[in-house]
Every structure is written in C-alpha cells, then in structure tokens.
C-alpha cells in the first residue's frame, strides 16, 4: 500500500515538473532583430531570456518625424554603459509575456512590451522624450519588433 502511494506521488511529482519546464513555451538564449536595411527609419533590438526573466536589453533607433518640430529622434542603450544604469530584469509571465516601463525625472519614458513563443520573440518599443522644459516633445509611437534566437 505504501509502495503504491509512493509510486503515485512521485509520479505526480515528475508530470508536475515536466509541465512546469514546458509552461513558458519559449527558448532560452540570446535574440536579436534582424539588422537595419535602412538607416533612415530603423530599430536594432537585442536581449536575453532566462527561464524566468529577460536580461542583458540593448536598443539602437531612429524614427523620423517622431518630435513636435519634425526632427527625428535617435537614441540607444546598452546594458550596463549607460549614465543611468542599465534597463533592469523583466520577469516573463507563464503566458511569455514580459513588459518594461522606466520612467526619468525629466517626463521621458520607456515602455518595452514583448512576448516570447518557441524560438521568436515579437513585440513594441516606445519612448516619449520631453527636452527645454517641455518646449520640445518627442514620442517614437509604438516601434515593433520581431526577433529570433540566435545560435
């Protein structure tokens, strides 16, 4: 009788595991968008998934237009090289979903917003900059990305 409940337990044990190893549904590694054809309007997007978050985000951009004056708005960021700290972990939810907001004291923000399924990852990348005061306000929209696993 015990050597039965044993048996079921442990089985339980191993099918819990195995389904909990499999819930995210993606691959961990290194993803990255596929270089820039065009450096006119262009998002380089790059970043690492664990099992549980993503890490290691660097972005490179250009969107033209995107200010209250017309001029473009450029900018990157890479991990750990920035005045400001790198952009912190992003925990991905069982869905593959994972979203970063950062915020500076000036009005700017950063929204990143993705999902990871298999071995591709897709999602939006916005930024909102407010420079002299607020005399000049910039805003990329929504810049969408896909990328894949690399290796």
């Known amino acids: 009788m015990h050597l039965v409940r044993r048996v079921s337990i442990l089985a339980v044990a191993v099918a819990v595991l195995a389904t ?4 995210y549904g993606f691959s961990a590694g290194f993803y ?3 270089p820039p054809s065009s450096r006119s309007t262009f998002l380089d997007f790059s970043f690492k998934a664990t099992s549980s978050k993503v890490t290691k985000i660097r972005y490179d ?7 209250n004056g017309g001029q473009a708005l450029t900018g990157d960021e890479s991990p750990y090289t920035t005045a400001t700290g790198a952009i912190p972990p992003a ?3 069982p869905s593959g979903k994972f979203t970063i907001n950062r915020s500076s004291s000036s009005g700017g923000s950063l929204t990143i917003a993705g999902k990871l399924v298999g071995q591709t990852a897709a999602g939006t990348l916005k930024i909102h900059a407010e420079f002299s ?3 000049t306000v910039c805003d990329t929209g929504n810049l969408a990305w896909r990328a894949l696993k690399l290796g």
Do not use: M
């Open 20 to 23: 909990a190893s499999t819930a």
């Open 32 to 34: 990255r968008t596929k």
């Open 61 to 67: 951009f250009r969107k033209p237009n995107a200010c």
């Open 91 to 93: 925990a991905i939810k």
């Open 133 to 135: 005061g607020g005399a």
